[in-house]
């Protein structure tokens, strides 16, 4: 069965740039269709998609978020990563990493989560 | 975007009920509809993708219903591990978009 575990610094400061991986066990991520995705949720708030990614290295991004963010892939080293630039406080959220299904783009296997927060 | 709107936001249940939660579409969105449990400090957990298809290893008490619009969650005969916050999403086109989640407390 997969598992996810992101991985990266939890305290960023403002105007910085947010950095995560995600590691992938129990299966390849170059060896399906299906997609790799971001996902956050601020503290006490609901789900907010950021994007996904493919092996093959494409990507899409939420527009609301386009402009700062970048997820890329490295079928090397089995993990996929998330940047986003110039964050400030409304950025602190648990960010979740997680498999989309390439049909229904359900979400269908998580990381645990890591809360990152934007403080000075 | 298409807006995804759930409905009640929060919800007071006793063991053995059953509920109902409803989701509701900004456009025709056919089947493209999951459904996610979500425990405090926990990441969510899909039930059901494609409206009503039940992921495996989930309980058969979870029920989803309906396409187009108008879609439902039912949760049969309650039992204490199921008092969560439940999302509904939808897959019919990029960005995917969720509901704002509606809390299932113990009466």
């Known amino acids: 069965q997969l598992q996810l575990q992101e991985s990266g610094p939890r305290l960023v400061r403002p105007s910085e740039t947010l950095s995560l991986t995600c590691t992938v066990s129990?299966?390849?991520?170059?060896?399906?269709?299906?997609?790799w995705g971001w996902i956050r949720q601020p503290p006490g708030k609901g789900l907010e998609w950021i994007g996904r990614?493919?092996?093959?290295?494409?990507?899409y991004y939420n527009p609301s978020l386009k402009s700062r963010v970048t997820i890329s892939v490295d079928t090397s080293k089995n993990q996929f990563s998330l940047k986003l630039t110039s964050v400030t406080a409304a950025d602190t959220a648990v960010y979740y990493c997680?498999?989309?299904?390439?049909?229904?783009?359900?979400?269908?296997?998580w990381g645990q989560g890591a809360l990152v927060t934007v403080s000075s | 975007d298409i807006q995804m709107t759930q409905s009640p936001s929060s919800l007071s249940a006793s063991v053995g009920e059953r509920v109902t939660i409803t989701c509701r579409a900004g456009?025709?969105?056919?089947?493209?509809l999951n459904w996610y449990q979500q425990k405090p400090g926990k990441a969510p957990k899909l039930l059901i993708y494609?409206?009503?298809t039940l992921q495996s290893g989930v309980s058969s008490r979870f029920r989803g219903g309906g396409s187009g619009t108008d879609f439902t969650l039912t949760i049969n005969s309650l039992q204490p591990e199921d008092f969560a916050t439940y999302y509904c999403?939808?897959?019919?086109?990029?960005?995917?978009?969720f509901g704002q989640g509606t809390r299932l407390e113990i009466k």
């Open positions: 997680a498999t989309v299904s390439f049909k229904e783009l359900s979400l269908d296997y």
């Open positions: 999403q939808q897959g019919f086109r990029t960005p995917i978009t």
């Open positions: 990614t493919h092996y093959s290295g494409s990507a």
């Open positions: 129990g299966g390849s991520i170059s060896s399906t269709n299906d997609y």
């Open positions: 456009q025709n969105i056919n089947n493209y």
């Open positions: 494609a409206a009503s």
